[in-house]
């Protein structure tokens, strides 16, 4: 895939993630179907159905580029570019009927730059999560502005962590958790504000327009950062993560000026 092809992509990402974000508001006060549930997360039907709808969008314009997604992926081996997609970051919100969910789509392709190595070799090129509650619409191309309905966003300024509203994830594994609440104490004694959530993308999108100043969590999955990842790095901020055993990541994304003292704690 060539670079040129990348304003293309951009605008398919666009449309698949407003179809499927309609898809969302039309059925957040309705009955879901629930295909499985565990302690701390939950798999819909409408999950299955909003990845197979981007699919086909996405398809339209690129039908041989591959799709890794939380709800299955392709099967080409090794391919040179891959959608990434969660059909629906924030499922319990969304389950619940809490209006706080969203669309991540991100287009990654095959590189030999040092920092792809922590994604398996690829980087991410185009990022996209629209937000269908708030009709809000974050977007980004490597090398350009990240964007919020169309206009150029930048993250915070704000430098002390005591300044900072900060926003974190729990994972879902009893380790995760525990870790994550060890942290999330000293947290909440040195920044502004703590903050959880429960939808990823829209955590990443809130650090990239200067809502929050840092997001952090371990435990999470390829599919709810790599879009939001790359927004918040156009945006002007950074987007720091290590591959854990068994795939998932250990991140934080902030303002480019946090990091160091989050890691302090």
């Given at each position: ?5 990348y ?30 549930h ?8 409408l ?65 030999r ?101 840092a ?10 950062i ?40």
């Amino acid at each position: 895939m060539n670079k040129s092809d990348y304003s293309g992509a951009l605008k398919s990402a666009i449309v698949a993630a407003r179809a499927a974000g309609d898809l969302m508001r039309k059925n957040l006060n309705a009955t879901k179907k629930v295909n499985q549930h565990a302690a701390h997360d939950i798999k819909l039907d409408l999950d299955v159905r909003c990845q197979h709808l981007i699919e086909r969008q996405l398809a339209k314009a690129f039908p041989a580029i591959a799709v890794l997604g939380e709800e299955g992926e392709s099967s080409h081996a090794n391919p040179s570019a891959r959608w990434v997609i969660d059909p629906i970051d924030g499922t319990v919100n969304f389950a619940y009927g809490i209006p706080h969910a969203c669309v991540c789509i991100a287009l990654q392709v095959r590189s030999r730059a040092k920092a792809a190595e922590v994604d398996d070799g690829y980087a991410t090129v185009v990022g996209v999560i629209y937000d269908p509650f708030m009709d809000e619409l974050w977007s980004a191309v490597v090398g350009g502005k990240a964007r919020l309905n169309g206009k150029p966003i930048r993250v915070s300024p704000r430098r002390r962590l005591g300044d900072a509203i900060a926003a974190m994830g729990y994972g879902k594994t009893e380790q995760t958790m525990g870790e994550a609440l060890r942290v999330f104490q000293k947290m909440s004694q040195s920044t502004r504000k703590m903050r959880n959530m429960g939808a990823a993308g829209i955590a990443l999108a809130y650090v990239a327009c200067g809502r929050f100043d840092a997001y952090l969590e371990r435990g999470i999955s390829l599919w709810d950062i790599a879009a939001g990842g790359l927004i918040v790095e156009c945006a002007g901020g950074e987007f720091w993560r290590e591959r854990m055993p068994g795939g998932t990541y250990r991140m934080i994304a902030s303002n480019g000026q946090l990091r160091k003292q989050i890691q302090s704690l």
